[in-house]
């Protein structure tokens, strides 16, 4: 038969045609990959037809009901020497009112992340049995090669699994029973949503914004690495090959998990403590995605950016500076020495602290610097926290940066936001425990002269 046009193509997915037609369509489409262009372009087109009506307008009443009384009562007192007659200025209000309260959540109220949106993932390989649902639950046609539309949930059978490749060369194998949506699928950014069952995922080294796994009682969040998520009943566990993820569960600090570890959240979203050594006994999803567990290395020194490190609002301690003899004073080939020994001899008589960097060309250059590893995003993230006042959820994490990370720089933010935090949550004796642990790691680094200062020395 001829190419279908696009009428005949949604009538067939809308169920429009007769036993006959269908079956000649689906045998045509098998062999046509014109046709499956066409047919993923259509199915794009409804699913966002049907997401875009799906979404509700919120009006709300209460906030209508307070403002219109209250605007009346401020009309009437500027203007008691108009003489408008009240039902005509009630009415006026009454519909300026609602008609602000309907308009104003489509302006300032973005469409939900969960709408439907075009997506660039394609099927790689196809399992037997493996089913593709729209946005809206409708059923959709699904072939090897064919693209699946935002929105779109992908489940398997029982026998065997289905592959997909996203639009940044990153591939994803949901296992045999399980269901997984793609929430979003661009060069820029990845989200994945897993119901049941297990994904496991090679995430391309390349820049994005993100690239997120939300199995509900946890998200994993990644830049360039290989590991795995598993959905049961009762908890979720993440398995990592490559490299490292940042494990944030919904109600708990995150942790950055590196390569050869498994952990557990459980389905209320707090860590589990039982040992997963068993979870390694099975490895032929990333066999299937050629990663090498043999390849499972910590990431290469020094290879954290920096992260934006502000200098935070400190209550004014007396300070008096220490001595500086010349004879004493550390040479400048010092301050670049990339490790430093955990407890350094101590000198007869103390070293100057070196001269702070300017405040703007430290921020500038912090701030210039994008986190392109989970590590670099993690500490970030622990930054943006110290400002808003919930860092205590990110000490754990920057415990494990400061005792386990190889990247020298890392270990220095961490330790000097441990310290911070402290600070800011009012354990006075905590920070500066933290600000003393900082001067022996890093006795000339780059917040040497804020610990001292906190130390009073």
Not at 4 to 15: I, Y
Not at 195 to 207: F, I, L, R, Y
Not at 344 to 356: G, H, S
Not at 381 to 407: F, H, I, M, P, W
Request: glycine share 6%; with cysteine; aromatic share 4%.
């Amino acid at each position: 038969m001829s190419c279908p046009n696009d009428a005949t193509l949604w009538s067939f997915l809308e169920g429009g045609l007769d036993a006959a037609d269908r079956a000649a369509i689906d045998d045509h489409l098998s062999g046509c990959p014109a046709c499956q262009a066409s047919l993923q372009r259509v199915q794009a087109t409804r699913a966002v037809l049907r997401g875009a009506g799906a979404v509700p307008v919120e009006v709300d009443w209460r906030r209508a009901d307070e403002a219109v009384p209250g605007a009346a009562t401020v009309r009437f007192a500027r203007s008691a020497r108009w003489r408008v007659p009240v039902w005509g200025l009630t009415a006026a209000l009454v519909a300026a009112g609602v008609a602000l309260m309907v308009w104003a959540p489509w302006a300032t109220h973005p469409v939900s992340p969960d709408a439907p949106v075009l997506s660039g993932a394609v099927v790689e390989s196809l399992g037997g049995g493996s089913t593709l649902r729209s946005a809206t639950n409708e059923p959709l046609a699904l072939v090897e090669g064919a693209g699946v539309p935002g929105g779109a949930t992908l489940s398997t059978a029982a026998t065997a699994p289905t592959v997909l490749r996203l639009p940044e060369q990153s591939r994803a194998r949901l296992a045999p029973q399980s269901s997984a949506s793609i929430l979003r699928a661009t060069k820029e950014e990845i989200a994945l949503r897993l119901q049941s069952g297990t994904v496991t995922v090679k995430a391309a080294h390349v820049p994005r914004k993100e690239f997120l796994v939300d199995a509900e009682a946890a998200q994993v969040r990644v830049v360039g690495t290989a590991f795995r998520v598993r959905r049961d009943p009762d908890r979720v566990i993440v398995t990592v090959a490559e490299g490292r993820v940042l494990v944030e569960p919904k109600d708990g600090p995150g942790r950055l998990i590196d390569a050869g570890h498994t952990v557990a959240i459980t389905s209320d979203g707090t860590w589990a403590q039982d040992a997963l050594d068993a979870q390694w006994d099975d490895t032929s999803d990333f066999d299937a995605l050629g990663v090498a567990l043999a390849r499972a290395v910590p990431e290469p020194k020094d290879a954290t950016p920096a992260v934006a490190i502000a200098e935070p609002p400190r209550r004014e301690r007396p300070h008096v500076p220490p001595a500086r003899p010349a004879s004493d004073q550390p040479p400048a080939a010092a301050l670049t020495t990339p490790d430093i020994p955990a407890t350094p001899p101590v000198p007869d008589t103390a070293p100057a602290p070196p001269e702070p960097a300017p405040a703007a060309a430290t921020a500038s250059a912090a701030t210039d610097a994008v986190p392109t590893t989970a590590e670099a995003l993690f500490l970030a993230r622990a930054q943006a926290a110290l400002k808003t006042g919930r860092c205590q959820n990110y000490q754990l994490g920057l415990q494990d940066v400061v005792e386990g990370s190889e990247d020298r720089n890392a270990r220095e933010i961490a330790q000097i936001l441990r310290a911070r935090c402290f600070d800011d949550q009012l354990e006075p004796a905590a920070a500066l425990r933290e600000y003393r642990k900082y001067l022996e790691r890093f006795p000339n680094g780059r917040f040497a002269a804020e610990a001292h200062k906190a130390l009073g020395d």
